[in-house]
């Protein structure tokens, strides 16, 4: 996500010249461990874990699936005692009534005995639960969505449960965050952002990074209108009656906070980037005169990137300009939105760098966020150099100069859950990078970055994992420098 800007800098006259990245990345051979499970399954490891997340952290004893998934930051996201594998969601909205109608799939393995299991749901009205074709009883307590099946699911087992739904989506409101956030009606369709836990007002979910899934989306609107998802689109569009479908398939494991159904009325253009890889720009009709420049921007940076941070991890890329003024932007898997804005390069570079730093590699925990958005602004800083606007030292030093900033009191290796997105997660965590490619050499940094990116390639992480590779990868104990950028309220000593 993009809500922080870099401050005004006075553009030098060109950037140093010097080895290209991609040169470096080629500089060292690093060993790197095997990629992570597709999903690590609806648990999530205690702010002290090292590791991953494991089966049995966050479940509940007996058969009971818990109502969170074990974040202790986010207690009611997430449930536990099972692992989404897939969901199939059919949908249809008619934004003069903004009445969502929808069938939801989620296909799971059980993780314990369950008698009864939760999903995440806000608002919206259930008509019909079943599980395995069987009705099952279910009850609401707030925003979840309890689920009893006619039979025990043993600890092992995969199921399938089926919930059937309708009503008025009701947007999540976090005035210490975002405000506003996931299913938001517009004038001709909706506007759909999910970060960090607005899923669940649009459909029933295990809602956390944690429990990652593949998705497939049918989405039915008046005719004339785009429905927009994730992955690519499968068929043609279908219309009848008044009404068109539009059905998308994102087969790569997903959060479900990436996910999305933005419809409305769009321009659209299609085709390749120069590297080969399919692009879908859409963007809303006050915004057409962007069309070409995000389709073209878009390419050129995700071809970029993919030579810096290693295989482009998904099949399309993408973007999509809405006319609602949301203020930031998401980068919802495939397609980052822009909310109401042409953005910049310097923001498609950082939502196309979270295609690597948060969707294919998603965290466990929302205190762990300085490695989806540290990595993603650092990410604009490396543009900058390449395209020779300025150079990461100069941004690092910049910041570092203002000893008065106020990131200097928020330790953002652990972000504060009402202060999520504060801008030390961003800068400080931008500039914990730096510090580290300062003590390490570029001949080192990065091809950690890429091996970083291979090896837990659609799975997920934590910062301590990153530590260790770090070590691993340049010899060195580093625990002083991520100890003093990540996790000390106070500004660091100076980099020499």
């Known amino acids: ?126 008509s019909r639960v079943s599980v395995d ?50 299913f938001i009606a517009t004038p001709d369709g909706a506007f759909v952002t999910c970060e960090p836990n607005g899923a669940k007002t649009w459909f029933p979910s295990n809602d956390h990074p944690a429990d990652k899934a593949t998705y497939d989306f049918q989405i039915t609107v008046p005719e004339g209108l785009t429905a927009i998802a994730n992955g690519e689109m ?63 921007q878009t390419g050129k940076i995700t071809d970029y990137w993919s030579t810096v941070f290693g295989p482009y991890p998904f099949s399309s890329t993408g973007g999509v300009i809405d006319d609602y003024a949301a203020g930031y932007a998401l980068e919802n898997q495939t397609k980052p939105i822009y909310g109401g804005f042409s953005p910049e390069p310097a923001i498609i570079a950082h939502e196309l760098a979270h295609q690597w730093f948060g969707d294919s590699l998603s965290i466990g925990r929302w205190r762990d966020l300085w490695l989806n958005e540290g990595f993603a602004t650092y990410a604009e800083w490396l543009w900058a150099e390449h395209t020779g606007q300025y150079t990461a030292d100069s941004a690092f030093r910049r910041y570092y100069e203002n000893a008065a900033d106020p990131m200097w009191t928020y330790p953002p290796g652990a972000a504060r859950a009402d202060d999520l997105f504060s801008a030390a997660v961003y800068n400080r965590g931008a500039m914990t990078l730096h510090a580290l490619r300062r003590e390490i050499g570029d001949q080192k940094f990065f ?14 992480v934590t910062t301590q994992e990153f530590v260790a590779l770090a070590e691993r990868v340049s010899g060195k104990d580093l625990k002083g420098l991520f100890d003093a950028w990540l996790f000390q309220p106070k500004r660091p000593a100076p980099v020499t």
């Open 133 to 182: 074709g069987a009705a099952a009883s279910f009850s609401r307590s707030k925003d979840e969505l309890v689920i009893e099946p006619a039979r025990r699911i043993r600890n092992g087992d995969g199921f399938a449960v089926t919930v059937d739904y309708s009503g008025v989506p009701e947007p999540m409101h976090d005035s210490a965050n975002l405000g506003r956030y996931g």
């Open 447 to 460: 091809p950690l970055i890429r091996a970083w990116a291979d090896a837990h390639r659609h799975g997920n």
């Open 234 to 296: 499968a068929g043609t569009p279908r219309t009848a009656a008044g009404k068109t479908t539009f059905v998308w398939r994102e087969k790569h494991p997903m959060a479900s906070y990436l996910a999305t159904m933005t419809t409305g009325k769009f321009q659209v253009r299609t085709g390749t980037s120069e590297k080969g890889l399919p692009i879908y720009a859409a963007v809303a009709d006050s915004f057409r005169g962007s069309l070409d420049t995000l389709f073209t």
């Open 1 to 126: 996500m993009a809500t922080h800007r870099l401050p005004p800098f006075s553009r030098p006259t060109r950037t140093p010249t010097g080895r290209p990245i991609t040169a470096l990345i080629c500089a060292v051979a690093v060993g790197a461990a095997a990629a992570c499970a597709p999903s690590q399954g609806a648990v999530a490891p205690s702010p002290a874990a090292a590791a991953p997340a494991s089966a049995g952290v966050g479940q509940s004893t007996g058969t009971l699936g818990a109502p969170g998934i074990g974040d202790p930051d986010f207690p009611g996201d997430g449930n536990g005692g099972y692992d989404v594998r897939h969901y199939d969601l059919r949908l249809s909205y008619d934004p003069s009534s903004r009445k969502l109608a929808g069938s939801a799939t989620i296909e799971a393995k059980a993780v314990q005995d369950l008698t009864s299991f939760d999903l995440d749901l806000h608002g919206l009205t259930v």
